[in-house]
């Protein structure tokens, strides 16, 4: 498993929440919710972002929140649903991904319960994330995307 830690920046985002089961129901609020509120709001080829703040295993399929984000600059104004926020900066374990919905909740479990225990580091508060940096593929035909899933770390 390749692993890079970096420093990222604190980052500005416009979001969407989904409330509700992760997996197939978060890409279909992608792409009928999202992408249209991206078009509209001329984001769609701003990074984009993927937060989960809830652990399924623990939350409640029905409450598990979900933010789809967008990088804005710091003067954006969101309207309707759309809210504000920033994505901590920090130091961070970062995975690259390459598979479909039902593939990505392995690689966070490989990330998670095998990589991280034997690295040194622990998580912090700050959200853990997927991140979708500009030429992000997706393939509608197999459903096969490419992320970079990150993880917010602090020393033992």
């Not at 509700?20 to 709001?41: A, C």
């Not at 759309?82 to 990505?104: C, E, N």
């Amino acid at each position: 498993m390749d692993v890079k830690l970096i420093e990222r920046p604190p980052t500005t985002v416009a979001y969407l929440r989904h409330l509700g089961p992760y997996g197939q129901p978060v890409l279909r609020f992608w792409m009928e919710t999202v992408f249209p509120w991206l078009v509209t709001n001329g984001l769609l080829d701003q990074p984009r972002y993927g937060i989960s703040h809830d652990d399924p295993k623990i939350t409640a399929p029905e409450q598990c929140r979900y933010d789809a984000c967008a990088e804005i600059a710091p003067q954006f104004v969101p309207s309707g649903k759309a809210l504000k926020t920033t994505i901590p900066g920090g130091r961070y374990a970062v995975m690259s991904f390459q598979g479909t919905v039902k593939d990505i909740e392995q690689a966070w479990t490989a990330l998670l319960q095998d990589w991280l225990p034997s690295s040194g580091l622990q998580l912090d508060a700050r959200p853990c994330f997927e991140h979708y940096p500009r030429g992000s593929s997706y393939d509608p035909q197999t459903g096969v995307f490419s992320c970079e899933i990150c993880i917010p770390v602090i020393p033992l």
